[in-house]
Each structure stands twice: as C-alpha cells, then as structure tokens.
C-alpha cells in the first residue's frame, strides 16, 4: 500500500497524472529505510532480554498502539528466567533458584494488561510471587501508524521527486526497475527524507 494517494498528489508538490510506480517504490524504499514491514498498525513478535535489576526492556518497532477494542497494544506475553547473563549473579543460592527456572521450555505466560507501557516502546514487568525477576521474555504486540502523517507523506513526494531527476530513472515506462531504483536510493533518500522519517526507524536496527 502506498503512503500517497492519487488524490494527494497536487498537495504534496506531484503532477496529478503521476504513475502509482513511483508511489509504490517510494513507499517500498520508505519500509526498508525504517527496517519495517509497513508503517501502518502491523503486529510484531520479539524475543527480547531484560535490562538487569530493571525489569525493563525497549521493543523494537514503534509507537506502540491497541487496536481497539484492546485497551493494550500487548497481544500476548511469556517470560522465563534463563542462566544469568556475566554480571548478573547474584549469589550462588540465588543463581541455583535462577538456574532451576530456566529448563527448557519453561515459559510463563504473563497477563498483558499486567505490563507497564509507553508509546516509545519501554516496557516494565513485574517479579514473580517468589519475588523472582525475568530475565527474557517473548511480546507480541501491535505498532505502527493508524494515520500516515504529514511528514511521512512529504518523504514519499520527495522521494519520487528525487527518483524523477535522476537521469538514469527519469522514463516513462509501465514499471519501474527495482534494481535501478536500488543503484540510486542513497540519492533519493536525501538528509530531508531521512529526517521526515527518524521517528519511524526501527529500534536496535538502524
């Protein structure tokens, strides 16, 4: 899906007879410059390790957002207790009762609405009854946009404009060459579209 309609076209500085190719990369490139499958509300599943005497961790795609009627945007939650990461020992009693939780497999599932949350993807879980903490957890969840913004917009203009002055790309054709368009992204996602769309790169991936 292209982040551009036709019937934003004229707004966004394109003549309005522009093909639906060029929204189409420009949106393609959007998604692989923000290490995302879509901008639009999409559900992820990460395997993540917690922040050492925080119960804390930062999922990877944001904002975070419920899709409705959930009142979170945790689908579903699991956590263990894995052998303790170096500096995280705690004491050899302690490590033993770590250790003896961390079979194989030995998942709890937690209650999402449970788990602290914030829209730029922190996250806090509580200890277990024995006042133990987890150490790894497996959150799926919603994220992404239910609105393409302004500034998402404008960066699929300019990068069809920047795709439109290159003189290698700048032809009329049914399609556009995918590696073409690969050979001149650095050009077409210029420092202005790559500031449009900070907000949207993925988290621990660039």
Do not use: H
């Amino acid at each position: 899906m292209g982040y551009l309609l036709p019937t934003d076209y004229v707004n966004f500085g394109l003549a309005p007879d522009t093909s639906d190719d060029w929204i189409t990369v420009a949106s393609s490139l959007i998604e692989t410059y923000c290490r995302r499958i879509s901008l639009n509300v999409t559900q992820y599943t990460e395997r993540l390790r917690l922040t050492a005497g925080s119960q804390t961790t930062l999922l990877t795609y944001l904002p975070l957002v419920a899709v409705a009627p959930a009142t979170t945007p945790l689908v579903s939650v699991q956590a263990r207790y894995t052998r303790p990461r170096r500096g995280e020992y705690q004491g050899a009693i302690q490590e033993e009762i770590w250790w003896a939780f961390a079979l194989p497999g030995s998942w709890a599932t937690l209650d999402p609405t449970t788990i602290d949350w914030v829209e730029d993807g922190d996250l806090m879980f509580p200890l277990n009854v024995m006042g133990l903490p987890y150490n790894e957890v497996a959150v799926t969840y919603t994220a992404g946009l239910s609105v393409i913004p302004d500034a998402v917009k404008s960066a699929c203009a300019l990068i069809v404009k920047n795709a439109q002055a290159q003189p290698g790309m700048n032809v009329r054709s049914s399609r556009i060459d995918m590696m073409q368009v690969q050979y001149f992204s650095d050009s077409m996602l210029d420092t202005t579209v790559r500031t449009l769309l900070r907000p949207w790169v993925a988290n621990r991936l660039g």
